[in-house]
């Protein structure tokens, strides 16, 4: 397959997708979650993403670790509509959180640690000025390939903007790693703007732009393209007599009609009150980032992604009464379209695989458990995820949007068998939830519980043989996913489930 065929492929897959093609336009439908927390706001001094990928349709959640490669020359990799980018032919490994067939959706912990997540964050923008039809879904794959740091992530990710243009309506990149955390919002065109999150603070973003006021003589806090502000001077978005000083989020963003209707508004909302302990109203005007009432702990933020209003106003169930939370009047944080929760502990100082300490969901996380997984670390087990396991963009890109053969093989996932306990609880909320929830609490907390030891024996492993340490995370990740599986079958035949063989 060559370049020309790559870039033919991924435009027929986004023309035939009625469903993708829509939501991309008008944003209503991606409804992703992030939270990122600064390293002196979080409980154990790491840095903590945490990120619910929200999507329609018929997904599948496809998780591969894929090694370093090196194809030994300069290669061009064809970006989907025509445009190449020109590289020097080595990529760093990384774990490749994959939902096919979305475009917009895939997530990236790379060898370095370095984290990257996005929220569909639509703009006013109407103009596209791109080259030879930009860059989209190859952005996200080409930083996590290259990028050491998350600093210089955002410097890579704002220079293919200006290069390619960016295609999409608008998003924001969510990119963190062991020392620090930024927000990317990325415009349709060439425009785009990445402000730094404060280490003793946390920052919500809902799929709506958060970045507010912009200073890029600052370069310890701000990036971006140098005619950010006179762009929109000449778009009549900002008026700098009228409006005062330049507000990004104001000048770009889609303005709102109604503050209910927008999702977005009650999610960043209830995010806010989660992490503060206090009262805010319902508004726009939600600053970029907030100090917590409390350091913030990974069970925190499991809970927070877990969200449907309870106990509040927004709260359109009663309390599961009157159906399912995830597809009530108000959207909330954990939602009809989550198809998977992730949640990164980051910390340069951990030694090798203990650098980028993660939590994952194979479906939604009401549903489901939080398997612990490593940055680091060998093949997964195969029912994490299929297709080629070494580095080969021909055939990860065939595999992503002709996806006919992925989904003939997809009952080997153990992302297919939760989805199957999703439906069933979907299907009667009140009934079944607590009997879910109570499994899923019991192997958590087993997990959770025993993490401390096992990371602090391997600590002291990889001090004495890096090779043996290596292998117990791939043990390590292979029991627990063993573990989950198990737990899964228990639920589906609680639920009265047909049963499938073991993965």
């Not at 992703?32 to 349709?57: F, P, Q, R």
């Not at 000449?234 to 330049?246: I, N, S, V």
């Not at 029912?383 to 053969?405: I, K, W």
């Not at 439906?423 to 087993?446: P, T």
Request: aromatic share 8%; charged share 25%.
């Amino acid at each position: 397959m060559n370049a020309r065929r790559l870039n033919a492929l991924i435009l027929a897959a986004a023309l035939l997708s009625p469903a993708l093609s829509a939501a991309t336009r008008d944003g209503r439908n991606f409804d992703c979650y992030t939270i990122v927390v600064g390293k002196a706001a979080s409980a154990d001094g790491s840095v903590l993403l945490a990120h619910n990928e929200d999507d329609w349709g018929d997904n599948i959640v496809n998780v591969r670790r894929i090694p370093p490669g090196d194809y030994g020359r300069e290669r061009n990799v064809a970006l989907g509509r025509g445009a190449h980018y020109r590289t020097d032919g080595r990529t760093a490994g990384f774990l490749w959180i994959e939902v096919a067939p979305q475009e917009y959706s895939d997530s990236f912990v790379n060898a370095h640690g370095v984290v990257l997540v996005s929220d569909s964050c639509p703009t006013r923008e109407t103009e596209s000025d791109l080259t030879d039809g930009g860059i989209g879904y190859m952005l996200r794959r080409i930083v996590a390939e290259k990028a050491r740091t998350a600093r210089e992530a955002v410097a890579l990710a704002g220079a293919l903007i200006e290069q390619f243009g960016y295609r999409d309506s608008g998003r924001t990149y969510a990119v963190a790693d062991g020392n620090e955390a930024w927000l990317l919002a990325a415009v349709r065109g060439r425009r785009w703007v990445a402000q730094r999150v404060p280490d003793d603070e946390v920052a919500i973003l809902p799929n709506h732009m958060t970045i507010r006021r912009v200073d890029l003589g600052d370069s310890v806090r701000f990036q971006g393209s140098a005619d950010l502000v006179s762009y929109a001077e000449a778009r009549g978005w900002y008026d700098p007599e009228k409006d005062g000083p330049f507000d990004f989020k104001k000048a770009y963003t889609r303005p709102s009609t109604d503050l209910l209707a927008d999702h977005n508004t009650l999610r960043h909302w209830r995010g806010l009150e989660l992490l503060t302990g206090r009262e805010w109203p319902i508004g726009e005007n939600y600053p970029f980032s907030v100090k917590p009432a409390e350091k913030v702990t990974v069970e925190r933020l499991m809970a927070i992604l877990r969200d449907h209003h309870e106990g509040t106003p927004y709260d359109a169930t009663d309390g599961y009464k009157t159906g399912s939370p995830n597809r009530a009047k108000f959207r909330t944080i954990c939602t009809a379209t989550t198809v998977t929760s992730l949640i990164a502990s980051l910390d340069a100082s951990r030694p090798g695989p203990l650098a980028a300490s993660l939590w994952l969901t194979l479906g939604k996380p009401d549903t489901t458990v939080f398997l612990p997984l490593y940055g680091a670390g060998g093949a997964l087990p195969a029912g994490f995820g299929l297709g080629p396991q070494t580095h080969d963009d021909e055939a990860f890109y065939r595999q992503h949007f002709e996806e006919a053969g992925f989904k003939a093989a997809r009952g080997m996932l153990l992302n297919t068998r939760v989805l199957a306990v999703e439906k069933a609880v979907e299907a009667d909320y009140g009934a079944k939830i607590e009997a879910v929830r109570k499994g899923i609490e019991i192997l958590e907390r087993s997990f959770l519980d025993g993490r401390s030891a096992f990371e602090a024996a391997l600590s002291a492993q990889y001090a004495v043989n890096k090779a043996e340490a290596l292998k117990s995370v791939d043990d390590y990740v292979a029991a627990a996913f063993d573990r989950a599986a198990e737990m899964t079958e228990r639920l589906a035949k609680t639920l009265g489930l047909p049963s499938v063989p073991s993965h």
